[in-house]
């Protein structure tokens, strides 16, 4: 299925970075859910580079609806959106026509296209494509929020820096959803741009790692063996540009707890069914378990770095030094948050409208309930 | 699709612990792939529990080919193991029937299934359906490695203990797929071993981090979007009971490197394009570049610790002690390596039948070549 | 996606006329539908040959459930069933093992499979798989009827033969279930069996028409584009063996038809909205209208004839003679339609699985109550 | 999957007929494939409403193409095609909004899309649709014509008029593909326009059948069950809008055939394995055998007829006299042929992608070769 992602709920994405536009269709979202478009415009801000910290390239990301949605809401047909591109300057990337550049996909881009992909600015490769997947996802964050699915990402290391982890999910997860940098302790904020700062300074970037919340997703959704949803969102969020690993519970830090410290003890709360702990992160055998979900994509550092670096030329199979001219991200985890919400509230979508019919996420009563 | 995952070379699973059988069927497998039932008898073997580091109840892996393998060769039709279940001892698990055990899908399951799945021995969550999945595999990885392509898994880290990391990977490779117990430094084996058995006598248990690899995946495979080749894998890697992280180039590990040190310089090797070094695991922009795919599952701890444990009867809605009687395994890592290997292998013959074509696989002309 | 058929509810086929056994696995279905072993029982009898019209060859059709139901009902994971092979006599095939015969796949098998299927009386394109298939139709039949979705096929045309049309659909149904030889006027069944036995006496075989309805699907199922309720059950029914057509509404006899002549006229009939005629069989744009469905299969003869017939030996390249010996189906119009229905219930539990979730069949509330 | 169609080539439908534009996107075309724009000007206006036969609204169908182009050939990303909406009177509808045409999608879509879709022009119902379908198979049948494959489509009947039957195929094809009103006998055509006149003058519409051939498609495509060539050219042919029958070597008139009469005998034609007639329309046991393909589609009458009809306001329920106003189409087979053409092209490009690899329609060797 390649560029398409989803069973029910379905985006498909397309553009290149300096085509005439990038866009996507989102298929199968439930008719009538409101489509604002000043959230649309606000997570798309939340993409675009900012201040000291990201790229000068300037990115107003107008945005055309150009079907799907009548009179205000989601008609149940596909929905396109289409984000042109401007201020993309060819020229900047031109004499990299032919170099890898390390830790991109030029190279394999080659390869797998055959040297007929537009090379510019990156292509369809380019982060560009999030724009698109942005404005479906803001989409999908509407319609969740209206079954009472809360989604929020903060960016839980960045340059050696941690952020706090989650305490009470609700009232973190509206102050996340209000910042434009996602950090829970203001501090840790600061010190993470600092890193950033720095090395911007010496030409370099950083990574980290982001953590997603999601409060509100029904127990029972999910399937044991293959499509689990932890194996739906790993699928999308690996898409996330820089994303090379993705958690649940921290598992990766949590390598050597023993079975009983990992494990989260069942109680009653009220009617509901809950864990002391959410080591689990919120998923059991594959299945949501009615507790937050809690997951982690690592962001390896962005790749376009000014210092000189190895490379090959493909066109020639030679040997060449690279110098990456031009302004770059220094760091792209606090412009990726809002993407990971985005993928993550595309997947969700998907798959509760799998378990309960393509007219939930709409307001339809719950097969399950 | 749920219980069956592929495009072009597709797995469905079935089975639960206590029924007759559990049973994969294998569809898209190239025709001529000679099927080696000594070689999936002695995968199952090493999936078996075994020694004094598993359970004790008794699996002895017989398996049926029902169709599919003709004259000891694929035909290329749908092929389908079974393995009878034995030795299943509903009783030891009968008492569990309402109770949640923390970290198993019980709960998860009959909210899911309403009710109505087989509670006994875990049903279809059972950890006994990758004896099947295992089978398969090794179908997978015997057409893997007629076209060059060699696929380990290494215990990189239990109990606290960690493994050697990969260094001449053709010969790491050939020595894991001699051993029983998968690490690469025979020490660090022995006190993991230690580690495990220390857990067991308290009734505990232990998880860690697999890492596997992979040689042989030729340049420009995978998609720039959604199915990347990172989360094709991860998608079907979450199938793996217990697995709850995976990373490519060992990411989580890497979060505080710059960029300049986590880029891979490329550089001519003969005719080859090749990396120095292989942080980004074998993949950019979601496709292969020819070097080795590096990839590790963070495996939680086994969930059934004879400890006490608090947690609720789901069919009354009351607070209720667990204590889990029999033996158990005190880890997987050991057996889930092979399991990690299969699903690789599955996973890649999907992505190499989508990108060459159904018969490449079985030794037609690459239409990349 | 080959052998398995099927977004939320699938099926997957497997086996070889001549290996151990054929099989289906069904994932997906709603937990808690009652398997009832006998109607399964019946459904199989309706599919074997039998009486002067049919092969000698005996098939008693036991079957085995494998998984995926417990305690008599469904459990929602997936559903094995196993049909072992019997009676296959191998060497009544042997000597054409590399003669084509013409209608049938033996050539175009070779083609695709590389020479390396189960030639064996048809290996995995033998109708016997059409049996797996019946037995997984049965529970989806039950499932529907459940929701009040009722389906049945009549003969409506065989060896120049025309049966009456449908006219009150509930009794027809009704009755066409309770009969071996599904016609509506037995006058018809009559005069079809006889030119069925003149066809066989000159060995020779007849074809024919097969006409479905399905009564109780709800209004507004199906998608506009692609995923039409034609396209889908259109998709399914070509499986059939010597389905080489299908129509909705009798389409193809209507070509000559104005639209004024053609439309079906909208009324209100109490609270529902219903059409006069109904030569939309059911559907309009792809989406199901609350009128019953109706489709028709174009069966053609079958191509096991006993006159001598020109043909090739595909591994030589070489002309030759083709006499097949043994007897075979002068028709298989009889057998087929148990095909029909159980392809189309599985069809439609998909497609009601998708719109209304995954526990609707199982009884659960529409979420488009 | 609902508005995308494809595995390995995809294409994604989107658009209402009074919004902005409609679009198609393309994924997994192979890269280098010359994109022709005049090409696709062509094409669309093939699909044009013309002349006396068809509704005087002017489409003129100008086209941009978004992405996945450059430098005039595909670049393997996805291709989004926009064609935008002009000259659409709304008000021309309006007073229909809630009383359900006969014979069009106005009820079901209501219900489906539960009163949220834009129901301006028929929406997303729209055959204005097929215009970006077109689009799409300008490409793919480019793509075809690289690789020997050749489609044409006639109008074997319309209005109780049948044109005469393919012959030469090689020369029908290319007369067909250079002629506006696809008939082989220009006799025939005159009396098909005469009798669309005649119907138009009452106010009414005529139905008929399309035939298409393929010459070139290799031997050995397709899958013995559900992924049938027929089953999957079927399943997207039922989304031409009319379309409500598909059959394979004119099946539907050939019930009454008797095997000996409808087997096609095999013979060698040079080196190729040939067969004497083709009532099996290139297509055994699901895969095509080398033979050209010959399908067929029952083309309803247009509904929108100028008499008056009896239908329902589902707004109220209340029984209501439609009296459709305005120009419409009083026949679209001359318009739909082109779209049958790009539907089988691009179904066509998939089945070959997943059989060869992806490369195989850019030029690379095939591996099956």
């Known amino acids: 299925m390649k560029n398409t992602f989803g069973t029910s709920v379905a985006v498909t994405l397309f553009g290149e970075s300096h085509g005439p536009a990038v866009g996507a269709v989102m298929d199968g979202m439930a008719p009538g859910i409101p489509v604002d478009e000043d959230f649309i415009a606000r997570q798309l801000t939340l993409r675009r580079p900012w201040g000291e910290v990201s790229t000068a390239r300037v990115e107003p990301d107008r945005f055309e609806i150009v079907s799907g949605v009548f009179e205000g809401k989601t008609t149940g047909t596909p929905l396109c959106i289409l984000i042109p591109n401007e201020d993309a300057r060819s020229r900047d990337y031109a004499p990299l026509r032919t170099l890898a550049r390390p830790g991109h996909a030029d190279y394999t881009g ?23 997947l942005t404005a479906a996802g803001a989409v999908a964050i509407t319609a969740l929020r209206r079954r009472g699915i809360v989604i929020g990402t903060h960016i839980a290391r960045c340059g050696g820096v941690s952020d706090r982890a989650f305490s009470d999910l609700p009232a973190d997860l509206a102050a996340l959803n209000k910042t434009a940098f996602a950090v829970l302790d203001a501090d840790a904020g600061v010190r993470m741009r600092e890193a950033i700062t720095a090395a911007a300074a010496e030409g370099d970037s950083v990574g980290g790692i982001l953590e997603t919340a999601v409060t509100g997703v029904p127990a029972g959704v999910g399937e044991p063996w293959f499509d689990t949803l932890e194996g739906l969102l790993a699928h999308a969020l690996f898409s996330i540009p820089g994303v090379k690993g993705v958690d649940f519970g921290g598992a990766f830090d949590r390598a050597d707890l023993r079975g009983s410290e990992y494990n989260d003890a069942f109680y009653m709360d009220g009617g509901a069914v809950r864990t002391r702990t959410n080591r689990n992160g919120g998923v059991n055998g594959g299945i949501s378990n009615g507790m937050p979900l809690l997951l982690r994509c690592a962001v390896k550092p962005t790749p376009s770095v000014r210092k000189q670096q190895e490379t090959v030329d493909f066109s020639t199979g030679e040997a060449a030094a690279l ?45 399950a309930d």
Chains 1, 2, 3, 4 share one sequence.
């Not at 296209?113 to 090379?119: E, T, V």
């Not at 990456?324 to 606090?334: N, T, V």
């Not at 993550?344 to 709409?362: E, I, K, P, S, V």
């Open 110 to 132: 080659y390869v797998k296209y055959r040297g007929y992909a537009d090379w510019r600015g990156g292509g369809h490769f380019s982060g560009r494509v999030t724009a698109a």
């Open 323 to 367: 110098t990456i001219e031009g302004r770059h991200d220094p760091a792209i985890l606090h412009r990726a948050r809002v993407v990971a919400d985005s993928v993550t509230a595309l997947t969700l979508c998907d798959a509760l409208a799998l378990r309960y019919g393509t007219d939930w996420l709409g307001g339809a009563p719950c097969a």
